[in-house]
C-alpha cells in the first residue's frame, strides 16, 4: 500500500519504519531540518535505529518529505501529529487542523485517513473528517478511522508487532480497511465499536497511571513523615498477586502523554458539566512534587540551600530516553534557584538543553538524581557528591524519597 504518515515525530517515526517492511512509506513533516537528516539515513528518535532508517530507503520503501504534494496518491494516511495544551491548559489541536489541511488540499483520490494523534472522543467524528471534506477542492468519499498509539518510546519487549492496538473506523468499510492496513506489521489488533469508544480508552489509560502516579507520590510524602521506607512498604504491597498494582514514586511527571491528556479528558467533562476532581487532583499533587524533593533535601542539608553547588542527575522526563517535554526537572531546578543554589545538570542522554550542555558528572555538594539512565552505575552517583537525594527509588546507599 502507498502510504503517507503525516507527521515524523515518537510516533510518526516509528510507523514508518515498521509500516515500511510491506509498504511504501512517506513520511511527511514540516520541519525541514527532520526531513532532511532522515533522508540522510539518521533518525531522531530512540526505540528507531539509523540503520532500519536506512536499510528502507536502501529498498525504496521509505522517503521523508517536507512537500504536501507527496500526499497525493496515498492509499492510506496516518495522522501523528502534537496534541499539546494552550497557555490556558485547553486542548491545543492546531497541528491536527494543519495536519487535515495538508491532506485535504493535496489528496487527489479516496484514501484511509487514520488518526493516531491523541485527543478527546468526537475529534474524528466531528473535527478530522468534517475538516477534511470542508476543505477538499475535490468530492472524495475517504475512508475515516482511529487506532490511538500506544508507544513507549526506548521500550523493547512491547512494540508495534505485539502491542495490542485498538481500532474503530466511521463506517464498516473504513474498519475493515483499518484491520488489513496495520495486518502488514501487528500481530494484535482490537476492533472496539466505535472511534469514541477508542478516544476515550487511549485517554483512560493515561488518565490512571496519571491519578497511580499522584497516589503513589503522595504515599511517599506520607511514608517520609511516618518515618516508613517507601520503597520496602510497596514492594511488599506488590507481593499481593491480585487487585494491587505498583507504582513508584518520583519528582513528578512528564512528557507528551501524561501530564497532557487527562486535561483533554477533563476539558471533554467540563464541557459536559461532569466533575473532574481525581484529574485535577492528581495533577496539583504531581506538579507539587519538585518542591517536595526540594523541601526534602533542604532540611537534610541544614535547612538552607543558599550558595550550596547542586547538581541534577538526569533532566529527561523518563529512564533511557532524551526527551525533556515537560520534565519535572525543570522545576526541581527552579525550585533550587529560588533558594539560592548554584545548579548544574547532568544527563548522558540529552547533552544539550535550553541552551545550556550537561556538565560533567561530579563536584557538587549535593546530587539530586531525578531520572536515573541504565548507564550510570551506582558507584558513579554515589561519588558525585557527599549527599545524594535519589527520587527514583534505584540508588543503592542513596537517601530515598
Ligand atoms: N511520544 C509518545 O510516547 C506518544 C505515545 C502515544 C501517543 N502519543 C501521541 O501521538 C501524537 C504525536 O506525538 P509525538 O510524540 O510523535 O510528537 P512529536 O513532537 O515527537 O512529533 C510530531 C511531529 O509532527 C510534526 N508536525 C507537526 N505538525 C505537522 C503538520 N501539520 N504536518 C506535518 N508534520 C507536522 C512535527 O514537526 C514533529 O516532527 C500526540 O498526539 C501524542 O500525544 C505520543
Known amino acids: 500500500m502507498k502510504v503517507c504518515v503525516i507527521g515524523q515525530g515518537y510516533v510518526g517515526l516509528t510507523i ?5 517492511a510491506e509498504n511504501q512509506v512517506i513520511g511527511f513533516d514540516s520541519n525541514k531540518v527532520i526531513v532532511d537528516q532522515l533522508n540522510q539515513g ?3 528518535i530512540e526505540g528507531i535505529s539509523s540503520s532500519s ?3 528502507a530507503i536502501k529498498r525504496g520503501t521509505y522517503k521523508a518529505s517536507f512537500n504536501p504534494q507527496d500526499i497525493a496518491s496515498s492509499e492510506v494516511v496516518v495522522i501523528a501529529v502534537p496534541t499539546p495544551l494552550t497557555l ?3 486542548p491545543d489541536l492546531k497541528f491536527i487542523e494543519s495536519a487535515c489541511r495538508s491532506i485535504a ?21 466531528n473535527l478530522i473528517k468534517p475538516l477534511i471534506d470542508k476543505l477538499s477542492p475535490r468530492a472524495l468519499d475517504h475512508f475515516y478511522a482511529i487506532s490511538p498509539e500506544r508507544v513507549d518510546p526506548g521500550r523493547t519487549d512491547w512494540d508495534q508487532t505485539n502491542t495490542p492496538r485498538l481500532f474503530a473506523g466511521l463506517t464498516r468499510e473504513a474498519t475493515d480497511r483499518t484491520k488489513n492496513f496495520y495486518s502488514s ?7 472496539v465499536s466505535s472511534p469514541e469508544v477508542a478516544e476515550a480508552a487511549k485517554l483512560f489509560e493515561n488518565t490512571f497511571r496519571q491519578v497511580n502516579i499522584a497516589l503513589v507520590n503522595e504515599f511517599a510524602q506520607i511514608s517520609h513523615a511516618l518515618g516508613i521506607p517507601v520503597t520496602e512498604t510497596l514492594d511488599a504491597a506488590n507481593t499481593k498477586p491480585y487487585g494491587f498494582m505498583k507504582f513508584t514514586p518520583s519528582a513528578g511527571v512528564g512528557g507528551h502523554c501524561i501530564p497532557v491528556d487527562p486535561t483533554y479528558l477533563a476539558y471533554l467533562a467540563a464541557e459536559k458539566g461532569v466533575p473532574a476532581t481525581f484529574i485535577e487532583r492528581a495533577n496539583e499533587v504531581n506538579l507539587e512534587m519538585p ?4 523541601s526534602r533535601v533542604k532540611a537534610d542539608n541544614g535547612g538552607s540551600l543558599e550558595g550550596k553547588k547542586v547538581q541534577v542527575i538526569g533532566v529527561s522526563y523518563k529512564p533511557n530516553v532524551a526527551d525533556v517535554r515537560e520534565t519535572p526537572a525543570a522545576l526541581v531546578i527552579k525550585e533550587l534557584k529560588l533558594f539560592g543554589a548554584e545548579v548544574t545538570w547532568h544527563d548522558d542522554l540529552v547533552k544539550e538543553w535550553r541552551g545550556e550542555s550537561s556538565s560533567k558528572l561530579g563536584g557538587s555538594e549535593i546530587s539530586i538524581v531525578v531520572t536515573r539512565h541504565q548507564i550510570l552505575g551506582d558507584k558513579e552517583i554515589l561519588d558525585s557528591a557527599s549527599y545524594v537525594f535519589d527520587t527514583t527509588g534505584t540508588v543503592d546507599g542513596a537517601t530515598k524519597l
Do not use: D, M, W
Request: aromatic share 8%; glycine share 2%; charged share 20%.
Open 185 to 191: 506489521f501487528c500481530n494484535n489488533l482490537i476492533e
Open 88 to 90: 490556558e491548559r485547553k
Open 42 to 44: 539518521i533518525s531522531h
Open 291 to 294: 518542591r517536595y524533593v526540594v
Open 105 to 125: 488540499e493535496n489528496l487527489t483520490s479516496p484514501a484511509l485517513i487514520i488518526n493516531e494523534s491523541t485527543s478527546f472522543p468526537g475529534t474524528l467524528r
Open 16 to 20: 514508518s519504519a515498521f509500516a515500511s
Open 53 to 55: 532508517i536506512q536499510e
